[in-house]
Each structure stands twice: as structure tokens, then as C-alpha cells.
């Protein structure tokens, strides 16, 4: 039997979902973000006892594929956004290929259920991830562009303007002045 839970975004997800299935001694098969596979079918009453065990983690136990393939596809963002240096594929194919569905359908989907498009999405990440690197990480715009696969430092720098409404140098400052002592208060 097939569980979808709503809000799985990590690896920590699936150890929390695996644990309450055990818990409730059911025999997971196997736990991807969305969704767990279960070797018997679950009763109602240890269906409630696994949405109330979750749901304090704030993950939700949903009855249909659909209801959870948004937050697929968002967790599927990030994961690509985070591991930009060794994506291979574009978006699109690497989507279609991890959900096994047409990525127009996923893209339909995803912009009637979120009221923006997955390329919208994964640009606010991406520029998420900028701003983390600007600040946090001593890399030139260069450097990030090409950790990031932009095609290059002007598209970088003309997307974080267009999005943030601010050059991406005024964040590298942020850095600087990011921590004051004590003694500067």
C-alpha cells in the first residue's frame, strides 16, 4: 500500500516517516519524498495514529498522488538547485525522469496548483542560493556563476537584479558588515 505525505523536503523526512511506520509495526518497503510504500494495507485507526505522529513534524498524510506532487517537485528544485555542480540534464529532463511524467503535464500542474511556473521557482532558489553564497562564502560572482551553471556572469547578475531589485555586489557587501562587536554598538 502507498502513503503520500505532503511537505517531505529532505532526508530527514524519510527517516521521521520510516520511524512511525515502524512504530505502528507496519513494514516499510519504501520511503521517497512523497511518498512511502508499506508492505500490508494499513487500517484506518493506525492511518489516524501515523497523520497524528507526523503531523507534529509538519508533514501531512494526504489520500492522492496529486496532492502531493507539487511538494515533489518543489523538494526536486531544491535537491537540483543544491547539487547544481554535478547536474548533467536540465530541469526538465531531470523532473521527468525522477516523477516518470511528461514534464508539460508537471509544469501544468505545478503552475494551476502554485500560481507560478517551475522555472520561477527554481530561479527564486537558484538566487536564494546566491545570496547564501555572497554572503556567507568568500566567492567572487564568477565563481558562483559557474558552481551554479549559469551560462555566464552577466545572466547571473541581470537575474539577481531583475529578481532581488538590487545588484548582486550590494549583498558581497553584506559580508563585511554582517557581524558588528560589541564595542561598534
Given at each position: 500500500?502507498?502513503?503520500?505525505i505532503?511537505?517531505m523536503?529532505c532526508?530527514?523526512c ?8 515502524e512504530?505502528?509495526k ?13 508492505k500490508e494495507k494499513?487500517p484506518?485507526?493506525?492511518q489516524?495514529?501515523f ?7 509538519g508533514?501531512e498524510?494526504v489520500?492522492t498522488?496529486?496532492g502531493v ?7 526536486l528544485v ?8 554535478k547536474?548533467k ?5 531531470y ?13 501544468s500542474y ?8 517551475i522555472e520561477q ?7 536564494e ?5 555572497l554572503?556567507?562564502?568568500d ?8 558552481k ?14 531583475k529578481?532581488?531589485?538590487?545588484p ?12 558588528k562587536?560589541i564595542?561598534?554598538?
Amino acid at each position: 500500500m502507498k502513503l503520500y505525505i505532503r511537505n517531505m523536503a529532505c532526508e530527514s523526512c524519510k527517516v521521521l516517516v520510516k520511524e512511525e511506520l515502524e512504530k505502528l509495526k507496519l513494514h516499510p518497503l519504501k520511503v521517497d519524498l512523497g511518498e512511502a510504500e508499506i508492505k500490508e494495507k494499513i487500517p484506518e485507526k493506525k492511518q489516524e495514529q501515523f497523520a497524528a505522529a507526523i503531523k507534529k513534524a509538519g508533514l501531512e498524510l494526504v489520500r492522492t498522488k496529486e496532492g502531493v506532487l507539487a511538494d515533489q517537485i518543489k523538494a526536486l528544485v531544491a535537491e537540483y538547485v543544491n547539487n547544481s555542480e554535478k547536474n548533467k540534464v536540465n530541469l526538465s529532463t531531470y523532473l521527468s525522469r525522477k516523477l516518470h511524467y511528461d514534464y508539460g503535464y508537471l509544469s501544468s500542474y505545478f503552475s494551476a496548483m502554485q500560481a507560478n511556473t517551475i522555472e520561477q521557482y527554481a530561479i527564486a532558489l537558484r538566487i536564494e542560493k546566491v545570496k547564501e553564497m555572497l554572503v556567507l562564502e568568500d566567492l567572487t560572482l564568477s565563481q558562483i556563476a559557474d558552481k551554479l551553471n549559469y551560462s555566464s556572469v552577466a545572466h547571473l547578475s541581470s537575474q539577481f537584479r531583475k529578481v532581488t531589485g538590487l545588484p548582486a555586489s550590494h549583498f558581497k557587501k553584506l559580508r563585511s558588515v554582517r557581524r558588528k562587536t560589541i564595542q561598534d554598538l
